[in-house]
């Protein structure tokens, strides 16, 4: 996946010399998770630099250089490094356009690495898609693999809207095969059946797809299996149209429970699809707990694709929600 | 149940050191075969994730530990082993907190960046660059507030001092003229990058200028004079005099995490640092005024060497962290 994105930086910025790239050690060291390599050979000194670690002073640099006609690509090394810089983020960049009655743009894009299961902790290991729902003026996608990588960073670039782009980091070396050119760039807002089925329709982001997909290959019921792809806008009619050929929605997140993104789906899909449901939404997430450190309990803490087919499967059989395993814990 | 030892107490191995020249000699040693086991570990493949080291970096936490009290506070970073090893966490608390096991110091919940001891003024490491040196005013504004004479210290890279937290807390502590210590390992990287590709100012005493702070610049290769220095500051702090900014110049010989190679440095950099070693030059010096001999450092050398094979082997055997453990403290009672 690591490649998709540099490939994806680098065919933007072929085209469009306004692009520009700078954050910690993406210039001379090529990434700390390789997704710049070699950006600085080919492109110069000129449009990939490296900062400080300064993510107040770097990305509020990014505001201004997008408002006045640069198109800056930006790497927050780790998603919680965001929380130093969080007033450019949803004060500043998300608010410029409004603010100047439609009259400044803000073209710019925040790559972050995101997620659990490499063992760094609990200040290293969140998602935190949390922090940006729901901010009007941000746009937020969340990468799955190497090809929708690929296609939501392009599709990043060329907006003029700040955009979030979300890298799970377990998927940084996972390989997948891409098309490198126009016709693989995703538009923002869309998502994707990877898989079809009958009996549910399992809703993933990011890190849990692969997580639904493998769930859903053993499992002995039918999923439709989508990544869902964009939070900021997401793919209503996708979701309802699926939802109504299914009858069931199950959203697997990598997030604690409260405060999830699938709330928000959740609560869409039964204002409009009540009738169609057969079953209520089944939210399958993590503990409201940190990350923990050891790899057993941070394998724990992330839902299994053994969990969900056991959740999945209880949901059909018996038409209510099933407990978490957390909740006598809880 | 067994009784802890009173001897391997952290409290205790913080006490050993103020008072004994030779036990910082062996803390040092401690520290660094400590670090070269993580290493290891990692390189078997019995830890995932990842981790920074420190070696070479030894003076600095031994003198910040000798001369300070267990009733001080620290705020550290994520480079922390060394800090947390001087300032008395044993060995095993270290190695099976790396190991995501229930004998570490967090119970194998936090790993190698989140180390913590109340018991010796520890708060739990920072993995934020730049989130502790705040939080140290804030530890320092309660002594001051409290009337006591207790000091706080934050620990950082250089790296740390082109973030904005850095920068709002020298002022904090200077306006409030608070007992804080703010001590920067100088190691001449920040991650990758070298100091004067990211920092204005490559002597980062400099920065005390701007918040009329006093400053002091040290090699952080002689663990005496860095202990001389940080006395200094720990005097002006309890008495009221205020704040200090101390610049240990140091390095580190290994890269910024596990995954570093460190090929950014120039070729005879490291070879240069090395024969400035802080364990090397501690012990010669302590041989040359007769405190120890050369078979002494030799026997202390290999003691340690047999210490920390036992603390390995009582890490690896201690359970990993529990489930319910994981739900334990999310909130205060």
New interface residues.
């Given amino acids: 996946m690591n490649q998709a994105i540099t490939r994806a930086i680098a065919d933007e910025m072929e085209q469009d010399p306004r692009v520009i790239v700078f954050g910690e050690d993406v210039a001379v060291a090529e990434g700390p998770f390789k997704t710049s390599e070699g950006l600085l050979a080919t492109f110069g000194p000129l449009r990939v630099r490296d900062t400080p670690i300064s993510e107040t002073g770097f990305l509020g640099a990014a505001v201004g250089a997008a408002m006045t006609g640069l198109r800056p690509v930006t790497e927050i090394m780790f998603i919680e490094f965001m929380g130093v810089a969080f007033d450019q983020v949803v004060t500043e960049a998300a608010l410029m356009h409004y603010l100047s009655g439609g009259r400044f743009e803000v073209p710019m894009v925040i790559r972050a690495s995101v997620g659990s299961g490499l063992g760094f902790g609990c200040q290293h290991s969140q998602t935190l898609e949390r922090w940006m729902l729901g901010t009007p003026g941000l746009k937020l996608a969340v990468a799955s693999g190497a090809r929708s990588a690929y296609g939501l960073t392009r599709a990043a670039i060329r907006d003029n809207n700040p955009v979030v782009i979300l890298e799970p980091r377990s998927l940084y070396g996972e390989r997948e095969d891409v098309d490198p050119g126009e016709q693989s760039i995703i538009e923002l807002g869309t998502a994707e059946i990877l898989r079809e089925g009958a009996d549910v329709t399992v809703l993933t982001l990011g890190q849990t797809v692969r997580v639904g997909l493998e769930a859903a290959e053993s499992a002995s019921w039918s999923g439709e299996v989508m990544d869902l792809r964009s939070l900021m806008p997401w793919d209503k009619k996708a979701v309802i149209d699926s939802v109504r050929r299914t009858g069931h929605l199950v959203i697997v997140e990598e997030n604690q429970y409260t405060g999830g993104w699938g709330t928000e789906i959740a609560s869409h899909v039964m204002a409009k699809a009540f009738s169609d449901l057969q079953a209520p939404v089944l939210r399958i997430t993590a503990p409201d707990v940190p990350v923990p450190y050891g790899l057993a309990l941070e394998q724990r803490f992330l839902p299994s694709p053994e969990y969900v087919t056991e959740q999945v499967a209880a949901l059909l059989a018996t038409k209510t929600a099933p407990e978490p395993w957390w909740e006598e814990f809880a | 149940m067994s009784q802890p030892d009173a001897k391997n107490d952290p409290v205790q191995r913080r006490l050993e050191l103020s008072s004994n020249p030779v036990s910082r000699l062996e803390r040092m040693m401690e520290i660094r075969l400590v670090e070269d086991r993580i290493q290891d570990l990692f390189a078997q493949g019995l ?4 981790t920074h080291t420190s070696q070479g970096q030894e003076a600095v936490a031994i003198a910040l530990a000798s001369a300070t009290r267990p009733t001080d506070v620290v705020c550290c970073t994520y480079r922390g082993h060394g800090v947390a090893l001087a300032l008395g966490i044993k060995p095993e608390s270290v190695l099976g ?1 790396v ?3 229930q004998i570490g110091c ?1 119970g ?7 180390l913590s001891d109340p018991d010796i003024g520890l708060l739990p490491t920072f ?4 989130a502790g040196t705040p939080v140290a005013v804030g530890a320092a504004l309660q002594f001051a507030t409290n009337q006591t004479d207790g000091v706080a210290v934050s620990v950082f890279g250089d ?2 001092t ?4 850095f920068h709002e807390g020298l002022n904090l502590a200077a306006v409030w003229n608070l007992p804080a210590i703010f001590l920067c390992e100088n190691n001449l990287y ?4 070298p100091i004067a ?3 204005a100012v490559t002597d980062i005493t400099k920065r005390a200028l701007a918040y009329d702070m006093a400053a002091e610049t040290v090699d952080g290769q002689d663990v005496d004079a860095v202990l001389a220095t940080i006395e200094r500051a720990v005097d002006r702090a309890r008495s009221g005099a205020g704040p200090t900014l101390i610049e240990a110049k140091t390095y580190r010989y290994v890269g910024h995490s596990r ?1 570093d190679k460190a090929t ?1 440095r120039p070729e005879g950099e490291l070879e240069q640092w090395l024969a400035r070693d802080p364990i090397e030059l501690f012990a010669a010096k302590l041989v040359a005024n007769g405190e120890l001999t050369e078979e002494g450092v030799q026997t202390i050398r290999q003691h340690q060497h047999d210490l920390i094979d036992v603390a390995a082997q009582t890490a690896l055997a201690s359970p ?2 529990s ?5 334990a403290h ?1 909130l205060a009672p």
Avoid: K
């Fill in positions: 830890v995932s994730g990842t907190e190991l995501g096991r967090m194998g919940l936090g790993g190698s960046m989140h993995a934020i660059v730049g790296g740390a082109n973030i904005g937290g920040g991650e990758y990058s590709t990211t920092t995954s950014y990993p962290g489930i319910p453990q994981m739900f999310v």
